[in-house]
């Protein structure tokens, strides 16, 4: 965990200043993979993990951002022209600070020194929890009392396309921003709208494993899975002129379709407009406290993203089988973007125990691998820490 005193303390001594304190959380997504560019709709919640960013305004126009994690100082001039897609985590940060820009918010030069909790590359947003932790510093700082929330995640959404490259959709920088104690977020991508519904379980919880495995694939098959479903829109507007995006195709719809598309574009397809069902399902188990029928929902995903959409892996899909079917497990399933990083499971809290040994056996046995795991409740999104109400 962070200890946030000595953040404050680290940044006087390399700054001489006293800087202000503000954090942002990763999220878990609890069903609704891989909808959020295709105008779906995602029921994430943001974890208990934090991204903190200690900060002072300078004088000039430089930022000047040191991380104890990668323990290196970057820096950019907001008065020069912006350099994009460095393959390094500045590009995250610069990003983030051009978009505010660009939406309309004043930047001033700052001195930034960040450390994290959220793991990095899990799965879990650390991207998203840094570009909102720094654009909400960064706004800040820059005299906003209070930064719309709405605009720093669309902020940080265009500093993945137009400086890390990364096309995603707006779900993983909405959740750290809107984010509420206690509450699951249907979100609806399209409108930017959502649902609070509450994360009452009970004697259940949440348990994310993190597989610490992160395949290569991910970022260039994440870009190609999201081209593979603009064709398919193309393709089946030409029966169903209405049809936008994927999130306007029903199931009914999607089978009727004729003539077939190709099969690869037939099952990329399928996996987005059942997961979209899927989700609106869920949260409505949700609502009711129907803990048998969510997890079933979400067992019924990890199967679509690991046969339709084909961005599991070998070690995400042996952490789920070790647990589904087990004494007080309601279901798991991979969540991010794939290809590694952690699966989600509701349980009951009894039953944890049983389940981490599970995996962690399973694991070791087959990968070599050594998992980690925490159980986590729904926390708030982005805030100025030790006074912001």
Not at 230 to 259: C, K, M, N, S, W
Not at 349 to 365: K, M, N, Y
Request: hydrophobic share 40%; glycine share 8%; net charge negative.
């Amino acid at each position: 965990m962070v200890d946030l005193r000595q953040l404050e303390e680290r940044f006087e001594q390399l700054h001489q200043q006293s800087p202000r304190l503000f954090s942002a959380p990763g999220r878990v997504n609890l069903i609704g993979e891989h909808t959020d560019y295709n105008d779906g709709f995602v029921l994430p919640i943001a974890i208990d993990r934090r991204t903190f960013v200690a900060g002072a305004p300078r004088s000039d126009t430089r930022v000047v951002i040191h991380s104890l994690a990668f323990d290196q100082t970057v820096q950019f001039d907001l008065s020069e022209p912006g350099q994009r897609c460095r393959g390094s985590w500045l590009d995250y940060i610069e990003g983030t600070a051009r978009a505010l820009l660009a939406l309309g918010f004043t930047v001033c030069g700052a001195n930034l020194l960040i450390d994290s909790d959220v793991p990095a590359g899990a799965g879990l947003s650390a991207s998203a929890a840094l570009e909102l932790s720094v654009g909400y510093a960064l706004a800040s700082l820059g005299g906003a009392p209070k930064p719309d929330r709405l605009q720093l995640a669309l902020a940080g959404q265009k500093a993945e396309h137009e400086y890390v490259g990364t096309r995603c959709g707006i779900m993983d920088q909405y959740i750290s921003a809107l984010a509420q104690k206690d509450r699951a977020l249907l979100i609806d991508c399209r409108s930017l709208t959502f649902e609070p519904v509450s994360l009452q379980l009970g004697n259940a919880c949440v348990l994310i494993c993190d597989t610490k495995v992160k395949h290569e694939l991910s970022s260039s098959a994440y870009n190609e899975r999201r081209e593979q479903c603009e064709e398919g829109v193309q393709e089946i507007a030409r029966q169903y002129p209405h049809v936008r995006a994927l999130r306007d195709v029903t199931i009914a719809e999607f089978e009727a379709l004729t003539p077939r598309l190709r099969p690869l574009l037939d099952k990329r397809c399928r996996h987005v407009i059942t997961e979209t069902a899927r989700t609106l399902a869920a949260a409505g188990a949700l609502r009711a406290g129907q803990l048998t029928r969510l997890g079933r929902l979400m067992s019924e995903s990890h199967v679509s993203l690991r046969d339709d959409y084909e961005v599991s892996c070998g070690e995400l899909d042996e952490a789920v089988s070790a647990v589904l079917g087990a004494p007080g497990v309601y279901g798991s399933r991979m969540t991010g973007g794939g290809f590694g990083g952690c699966t989600v499971t509701v349980l009951e809290r009894e039953a944890v125990p049983q389940a981490v040994r599970s995996i962690r056996d399973r694991l070791r046995a087959r990968f070599d691998i050594e998992p980690q795991f925490f159980a986590t409740d729904a926390c708030a999104g982005v805030t100025e820490e030790m006074g912001e109400t």
